[in-house]
């Protein structure tokens, strides 16, 4: 079922339509046959835009690490998973939060897999040479680091400890009276 929906996505309309008609058409060995063509022609489509895409972060890596002239002691070895952390982070922290940087590399040090402390003036380099980057190249890096994280939601269960007066009043509690 997954490779008929990635048929789906990626072919266009008149490549469907032949691919119906085959099927409708033909024995159920000739459209069998037909149909695993198409996914291994897809599939092999996919593997080679993903081995493009990493080409091109390989290559965006080098031209930022080469771009910030590899000094500094944080500013070489920036793994995917460390841009990827460092796309992400400067995202959650936009511009305006104090100490921007400094609070970006504090992150980057407690959740980076990699043992390299990164300071805010390393951090700060390599956002800013990742920026110098074209436009496609951007946008390839900002895909790869929004598909490793994916967006996690958590439920917190109800606190049944919490005390709710029986009355509330605009004002203030109100003591019983009789008459």
Known sequence: MEEVEKLCDRL?????QGLNEILTSSTKEVGKAALEKQIEEVNEQMRKEKEEADAWMRQASKKA??????????SK????????????????????TNSKWEV?????????????????KDVMGKAKSLQ????????????????AWPLRLT?????????????I???GPQ???SY
Not at 104 to 120: E, F, G, L, P
Not at 132 to 147: E, G, V, Y
């Open 155 to 167: 439920v917190q269960p109800l606190q049944n400890d919490l005390k709710v007066p029986a009355q």
């Open 132 to 147: 110098k980057l074209d436009l496609h190249q951007k946008d390839d890096i900002n895909k790869k680091a929004n598909m």
């Open 77 to 96: 070895n920036w793994s995917e998973g460390d841009l990827q952390l460092l796309i992400k982070s400067v995202n959650l922290f936009p511009a305006g």
């Open 65 to 74: 690490e080469k771009s910030t002239g590899g000094s500094g002691s944080g």
């Open 104 to 120: 970006i590399a504090n992150y980057m040090n407690i959740r980076s897999s990699s043992d390299i402390k990164r300071t805010a």
């Open 169 to 171: 009043s605009p004002l």
């Open 12 to 16: 266009e309309l008149a490549s469907l």
């Open 175 to 177: 003591k019983s009276r």
